[in-house]
Structure formats: structure tokens, C-alpha cells
């Protein structure tokens, strides 16, 4: 089991960037396909962005949620076992609860605390 802490998140004026940051303990996130999910106020937890890595037969890919393509960007740094995510051009219905996740096989088993990302006007 991996754990997740997520770190980043604060006030931002729209147009704005922040960028969240996942550190790992326990296992390596190099083992993982890693994300980022987010919940707003009274609307269901829905995915952001995912990083799936090489298993040395296909390449590692990211992916992403329509609405923040262009906008935000999944990194990792396996050196200190940390994922990122780079948030641009942030608009106010970005403005949600964000976590960290890490999973394989299509199961997202080990989840963040979440921080909280507020966009304003």
C-alpha cells in the first residue's frame, strides 16, 4: 500500500496557475498508474488527469479530462516519488477538492487527503 499526501492547493484568481504536488511513501510511485481527481461542492468526485507508466511492452502515456486539456499537466518525479500537477489558464469551475490517487490494473486503491483549490473572480 502506498500513501498519499497532496500539498498545493490555496486561493488562486482565475487566469491564475498553481501547481499540486502528491508525495508517496511506503511504496514507489514508478509502480503505479497515478492521478488526479477532484470533487466540488455537492457534484460527485470525477477524474482530472492520469499518468500510466511504460510496463516495457507499451509506452507510458497521460491522459486527461476534456475540460482541462491544454490547461493542466500530469508530471512525475520518480526520484523523490512525487506526482504533480500543473494547473494553467485556471477558471472558477476548477475551484474543487483535488486528490491523489494511485492504482494499476483499472483499480485506483490508495487515495490522498485532498487540498483544497478555490478560484475567484
Known amino acids: 500500500q502506498v500513501q498519499l499526501v497532496e500539498s498545493g492547493g490555496g486561493l488562486v484568481q482565475a487566469g491564475g496557475s498553481l501547481r499540486l504536488s502528491c508525495a508517496a511513501s511506503g511504496r514507489t510511485v514508478s509502480s503505479y498508474t497515478m492521478g488526479w481527481f477532484r470533487q466540488a461542492p455537492g457534484k460527485e468526485r470525477e477524474f482530472v488527469a492520469g499518468?500510466?507508466?511504460?510496463?516495457?511492452?507499451?509506452?507510458?502515456?497521460?491522459y486527461y479530462q476534456d475540460s482541462v486539456k491544454g490547461r493542466f499537466t500530469i508530471s512525475r518525479d520518480n526520484a523523490k516519488n512525487t506526482v504533480y500537477l500543473q494547473m494553467n489558464s485556471l477558471k472558477l469551475e476548477d475551484t474543487a477538492v483535488y486528490y491523489c490517487?494511485?492504482?494499476?490494473?483499472?483499480?485506483?486503491?490508495?487515495w490522498g487527503q485532498g487540498t483544497q483549490v478555490t478560484v475567484s473572480s
Open positions: 499518468s500510466r507508466m511504460s510496463d516495457g511492452t507499451t509506452d507510458g502515456f497521460t
Open positions: 490517487a494511485s492504482g494499476s490494473g483499472g483499480t485506483w486503491s490508495s
